[in-house]
């Protein structure tokens, strides 16, 4: 379980989170909510990007929020940017390697977990590309893969479909739902994409204007008349 409690962020007279909870426990959870609702300052806060004015963020019994950002990603939390983090002079394979020197120490060899993992989103046989050449979508799934090695705890996506195809998307929402299965780890995704929040994620929060309006089952949350009045004129829900 992944317990957000009273998290409040301010920058200047904007109130980005306001007094928000949530009991996160299932195997992929979502976060939805229009523009400038709060969804990415709250995986900010959980990443420690931005500090809190209030609150606490538990999991196993550890205040993430008590730990220097350095420290959570060891502790296994990941993170995937709008813009995936790859460098264009390392191939896939290196690109993920390099991730495990700041994880947990894994129970096999290195160089096995980075196989694993890279069969796992579907890059094996691209592993020797470099970042240089890889088309958005390669970029996206070496992106995931850098955030399965390494026993990951808490895995996070923001807006992993953006730029992504119909056919792209699917498949990223197949990948996305084995995470927990082949890691053990709890994920988090934040997306515009309702449909892709509706496959994937099993119970999702909505935020408005930095406010928890919906917090449950995704499919009683999309239904819920305060949600879809948030998203009107915005977006079909
Ligand atoms: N670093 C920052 N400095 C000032 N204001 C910010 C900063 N980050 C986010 N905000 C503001 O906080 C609110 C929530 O932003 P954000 O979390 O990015 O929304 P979302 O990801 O839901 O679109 C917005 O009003 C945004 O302008
Ligand atoms: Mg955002």
Not at 142 to 168: W, Y
Not at 216 to 225: A, F, K, Q, Y
Request: with cysteine; charged share 25%; hydrophobic share 40%.
């Amino acid at each position: 379980m992944l317990e957000i409690r009273n998290v409040t962020v301010r920058f200047g007279g904007v109130i980005a989170l306001n007094d928000v909870s949530a009991s996160f426990g299932r195997a992929v959870s979502g976060i939805i909510g229009p523009n400038g609702a709060g969804k990415t300052t709250l995986m900010n806060v959980l990443s420690g990007f931005v500090g809190t004015q209030s609150g606490s963020v538990t999991r196993d019994g550890q205040d993430l929020l008590r730990l220097a950002p350095h420290r959570r990603a060891h502790w296994g939390l990941r993170r995937s940017f709008q813009k995936e983090e790859i460098a264009d002079d390392l191939t896939v394979y290196e690109n993920v390697l390099v991730q495990i020197d700041h994880a947990r120490a894994v129970s096999g060899s290195k160089q096995a977990e980075v196989e694993t993992m890279l069969e796992l989103v579907g890059m094996a046989s691209r592993a020797g590309k470099l970042g240089a050449d890889l088309s958005g979508f390669e970029r996206r799934l070496t992106d995931v893969a850098k955030c399965l090695v390494g026993k990951p705890r808490v895995v996070m996506f923001d807006e992993p479909a953006g730029g992504m195809s119909v056919d792209e998307t699917r498949q990223l929402g197949v990948l996305i739902q084995q995470i927990h299965g082949a890691t053990g780890a709890q994920v988090l995704v934040i997306d515009h994409d309702v449909d892709l929040i509706r496959e994937v994620c099993e119970e999702t929060l909505v935020l408005d204007f930095g406010r928890r309006i919906a917090f449950g089952p995704t499919d009683d949350v999309l239904s819920d008349p305060k949600v879809k009045a948030a998203y009107l004129g915005t977006e079909e829900v």
